[in-house]
């Protein structure tokens, strides 16, 4: 069973469309995150939501807008899509237990092309 | 601003060698590391930490040191195999706030 999941694994699309990517976990984690990978391979965090709630949001355009439906999902949404925004999505969870550490498990990822 | 820096993009080592993957960070408030591997198309996975309040932890063949003077921390992996070969991220958070990854190195093991 994957444990953290991502659809789709790739996606082309023209500039100026709205696209969702879907991310879920099976690890009963309390945290899920969004990162991007930027064309110079860093992986920069872009949201992280603690049991649905928003706890990170990091300088991100707000065409970008993460839904999380229950503690299982976090869901990115883009609007107005944009050539810059091409790039590799990277979902990962974590259980934040109190004293526990940080460590998160990453989905595949999601690579996205805007034409 | 990166706080997290892999300056070697690549590194080829020979099959039984040792690997050694350096990482320096910039913010003194950063408590956690760790290292991740991440293999083409797909997610990073994590390969082993270390706390603030340790210099050495070692798991197996891989054996993370923390100079927290220097803020450095390198990763070593004795002996490498072809299977190590991948992107190596390393990794740093405050208080299990968002962490900052490195840009990665890259690491040929030649057999």
């Known amino acids: 069973d994957t444990a953290v999941s991502q659809t789709p694994k790739y996606l082309v699309t023209q500039m100026g469309n709205d696209k969702s990517i879907k991310c879920e976990q099976n690890?009963?984690?309390?945290?899920m995150y969004w990162y991007k990978q930027d064309s110079k391979k860093f992986l920069k965090i872009m949201f992280s939501?603690?049991?649905?709630?928003?706890?990170i949001n990091e300088t991100v355009p707000n065409r970008f807008s993460p839904k999380s439906p229950d503690k299982a999902h976090l869901n990115l949404h883009i609007n107005s899509l944009e050539l810059g925004d091409s790039a590799v999505y990277f979902c990962?969870?974590?259980?934040?237990?109190?004293?526990?550490?940080?460590?998160?498990?990453f989905g595949p990822g999601t690579r996205l092309t805007v034409l | 601003d990166q706080q997290v820096k892999q300056n070697s993009p690549s590194l080829s080592v020979q099959e039984g060698r040792i690997s050694i993957l350096n990482c320096d960070y910039t913010?003194?408030?950063?408590?956690?590391f760790l290292w991740y591997k991440k293999y083409p198309a797909e997610g990073p996975t994590f390969l082993i930490s270390?706390?603030?309040?340790?210099d050495k932890n070692e798991d197996g063949r891989f054996t993370v040191f923390l100079n927290k003077s220097a803020k450095h921390l390198s990763l070593h992996i004795v002996p490498s195999q072809p299977g190590d070969s991948a992107v190596y991220f390393c990794?740093?958070?405050?208080?299990?706030?968002?962490?900052?990854f490195g840009a990665g190195t890259r690491l040929t093991v030649k057999p």
């Open positions: 990794a740093a958070t405050h208080n299990n706030n968002d962490m900052r």
């Open positions: 939501y603690n049991n649905k709630e928003l706890i």
């Open positions: 270390i706390s603030s309040i340790k």
């Open positions: 990962a969870s974590s259980s934040r237990l109190a004293g526990g550490t940080d460590t998160q498990y």
């Open positions: 690890l009963g984690h309390d945290t």
């Open positions: 913010n003194s408030m950063f408590d956690y």
